[in-house]
């Protein structure tokens, strides 16, 4: 939430003698960023197009990656799902333009280059949704302004001897003289990858009776795979102002992908005894080829009316489709039987979602400096999924489809309904106390349907929300901040109704011969219908003092005590596909969990404190994480993904003598050892990034910007150790990181 008063004009610069040097002026004061996070009753952070621009980033979780409390489960210098409080998951809610979009996206989808400003939510508020335990990132894309703007950006990225090119164009301008105005920007980009297969299984068997070993294996996978990504991004905005003040927002969005991949890979197996003859590998090698094609369009209508001098109403609507198409060809063989496969496999999937949305809100603006809003939403997606899959063992089976999954359901139609009501106030006690008061109920139903008949999940939460702000002086250059609330974390779509998939290292052989068993570092995969809705009560407390020049010192804290943890897990499970017990993992409700922390943050330039330093913008942050689940044995049983602490050290500075801007940024997450259940401990590697950026400005309009990320590469992987009764198995995947080069050309014509 954010106060309805206008900004406090920006001070006066000083004039200067020598107008060919007017790119050299030092504004004094915090930056409009900073403005808005120091407005805000509830906690937030601004990133605006400064920042974003700043290390000349390829995807948006490159960019937050180096915010306080903030890390990536992609490869270093890769980006990867972003997680707030280094909470995995599904913890952040992700929204554009305040919509969440349809199960699929992914926000590295979105280029740097198309993105106005982020907004980084730590605590939940009704108007933005309570699905936030960690906290909420909103994405607003580039908005109309009335100035004209047409900007060209050329790119190759350099990676492991892969050179890849980007295209950006932005255009903005004014229509006319009413003020109505537009913008659009497209965005073309290529991606090639390629890494390398390293991981090995060890598996100790023990007699149950004396615990003495029995025997061990060793299970070593070698291989590459290589991905290629091309897409176009388009989005733009027509902003017109209608009569009496009003103003309508017609912002369409698109996206299309095309996709190709291969691996290939060779795994070689120690002895097995004869007793444990099912844990024999039964293939040497395997092939794999895939293809993949998705377009996204979304159309987005936003009508502002002015009722009257304290009152006005917001509607929006959205629409959007998004379709995903999907062929892979497997091969696998044995060395024994050269030139005969073991099995082949084709699988082709088809997907379509669609998804809108009818959001009203209600503001008022009361004499007494209460600010009023109230609103209702609705949302809905349609999701329809067939897959085709076709499977023949060696050459004297015939081939059939796979496995027996058309009796667990090979096409889904499924459907997702939301409405949502809440209302909130939002006033000041003086000139020093600020609160917020909100109150949202929210409920979801999902209905799927598959071979195994009908599937409904149904849950509704009420969410209080409790904001405060004391300014402990009246020009907020210190403040304290505090927050109750109550959230949750619902379900996902695939969670609910995620059909079965059969690991690949213990197949079954249709059409006549069911499974055997499997491994509980092998497990088959299944959905879990009756889960519900995780709830969560959390608690923030922060304290915000913003220097002279821009800088800002805070250290905030935070506490959730979640309820009915959602974690998946492999149990031994009776399934009418085998023989024996299988291992199968599927998401669960296990039971209670807590995490607090503290996240620190330092933002400020060295001449500030050093009377001869240089103007550098020094920025640096530390959070610290801890969390245990009920139920699982200590010490490591944190959430999912959680690591100790995470680190951020960076700086820039534009030298006086030369045009030239420089940058460097260091992040680092620690390695997490993490208690996913009883049986099974996880090791997730560290992450070491260091970025560096150089810019050369040669007029207003021309530029040329160098940057490198992830210098120093690291191998990075992943690990876990299993004990069953008789059997510890100790798993381990690695795999090189690389830098990624980047040269740009910008232009402005």
Request: neutral net charge; contains cysteine.
């Amino acid at each position: 939430p954010e106060r309805s008063r206008p900004a406090a004009p920006p001070p006066a610069t000083k004039e200067v003698d020598n107008p060919t040097q007017l790119d050299r002026v030092e504004i004094q004061g915090t930056s409009r960023d900073d403005d808005q996070r120091r407005a805000s009753t509830a906690s937030k952070i601004i990133i605006g197009r400064e920042e974003i621009e700043r290390y000349g980033d390829s995807t948006i979780g490159e960019v937050l990656k180096r915010l306080p409390g903030v890390t990536t489960g992609g490869r270093p210098g890769r980006g990867g799902e972003v997680r707030m409080r280094g909470m995995g998951g599904g913890y952040t809610q992700i929204l554009v333009n305040g919509e969440r979009m349809p199960p699929g996206f992914s926000l590295d989808e979105l280029p740097p280059e198309q993105i106005e400003r982020i907004e980084v939510m730590r605590a939940p508020t009704a108007e933005f949704g309570a699905r936030a335990i960690a906290g909420t990132i909103n994405v607003v894309l580039r908005e109309a302004i009335q100035r004209r703007l047409n900007e060209v950006r050329l790119a190759s990225t350099f990676e492991r001897d892969h050179v890849t090119p980007h295209f950006n164009w932005t255009r903005n301008d004014k229509i006319g003289d009413n003020g109505d105005a537009y913008n659009f920007t497209v965005n073309a980009m290529q991606h090639k990858r390629l890494d390398d297969i390293d991981s090995q299984s060890f598996t100790q068997r023990f007699d149950t009776t004396t615990g003495a070993l029995k025997s061990d294996t060793l299970l070593q996978t070698r291989g590459q795979t290589a991905d290629e990504r091309k897409s176009l991004n388009m989005t733009g905005r027509l902003q017109l102002r209608l009569d009496g003040g009003d103003t309508l927002a017609i912002q369409p969005f698109v996206m299309v992908n095309r996709g190709s991949g291969s691996s290939d890979s060779r795994q070689t197996q120690g002895p097995v005894p004869d007793e444990n003859a099912f844990e024999r590998i039964k293939y040497d090698t395997s092939s794999n080829d895939s293809s993949s094609r998705s377009a996204m369009a979304r159309l987005n209508l936003q009508w502002n009316k002015r009722i009257d001098e304290r009152t006005r109403m917001e509607t929006r609507l959205g629409a959007g489709r998004m379709t995903m198409n999907s062929s892979a060809h497997r091969e696998e063989d044995l060395d024994s039987t050269p030139g005969v496969f073991y099995r082949t496999q084709d699988d082709t999937t088809k997907s379509r979602d669609t998804q809108w949305s009818v959001n009203f809100k209600l503001t008022h603006q009361m004499e007494n400096e209460h600010n009023l809003v109230a609103g209702v939403e609705g949302e809905g997606t349609d999701r329809t999924q067939t897959r085709g899959c076709y499977e023949v063992f060696g050459q004297t089976m015939r081939g059939a489809n796979c496995a027996f999954l058309a009796d667990f359901g090979e096409n889904v139609s499924a459907s997702t309904r939301r409405l949502a009501v809440y209302g909130q106030d939002e006033w000041s006690v003086g000139k020093q106390w600020g609160f917020y008061a909100g109150l949202r109920w929210e409920g979801i139903q999902t209905d799927s349907t598959n071979n195994q008949g009908p599937v409904k999940n149904t849950s509704s939460v009420l969410t209080p929300l409790l904001h405060g702000v004391y300014k402990i002086d009246e020009k907020s250059r210190e403040q304290i901040r505090a927050s109750l609330t109550r959230s949750y974390k619902a379900p996902n779509l695939n969670d609910v109704i995620g059909r079965l998939s059969i690991n690949n290292q213990f197949t079954c052989q249709p059409p006549d011969t069911l499974c055997g068993p499997n491994l509980i570092n092998y497990p088959d995969r299944f959905g879990n219908p009756d889960l519900k809705p995780e709830m969560a009560t959390g608690v923030e407390i922060g304290y915000e003092k913003y220097l002279s020049k821009g800088g800002l010192l805070s250290a905030n804290f935070f506490y959730r005590r979640i309820t009915d943890l959602i974690r998946s897990q492999a149990e031994l499970e009776t399934v009418p596909y085998a023989t024996e017990q299988r291992w199968v993992i599927r998401p669960r409700n296990i039971g209670n969990a807590k995490t607090y922390g503290v996240e620190l943050e330092a933002k400020f330039r060295l001449d500030e404190y050093l009377t001869d330093a240089l103007p550098v913008n020094l920025r640096s942050n530390l959070s610290l994480f801890h969390s245990a689940v009920d139920g699982i044995p200590g010490p490591n049983n944190k959430l999912d993904q959680q690591p100790r602490y995470t680190a951020n050290l960076g700086a820039d500075y534009r030298l006086r003598s030369v045009p030239l801007t420089l940058g460097a940024s260091l992040n680092y997450t620690p390695t997490t050892l993490l208690q996913q259940s009883d049986q099974v401990l996880n090791d997730i590697d560290k992450k070491r990034v260091i970025d560096l950026s150089a810019m050369w400005t040669f007029s207003p309009s021309v530029a040329v910007r160098v940057a490198a990320s992830n210098l120093v590469p690291l191998t990075y992987g992943n690990g876990s150790i299993a004990t069953t009764p008789g059997r510890i198995v100790t798993s381990e995947s690695t795999g090189r990181s690389f830098t990624v080069w980047t040269l740009r050309l910008e232009l402005k014509v």
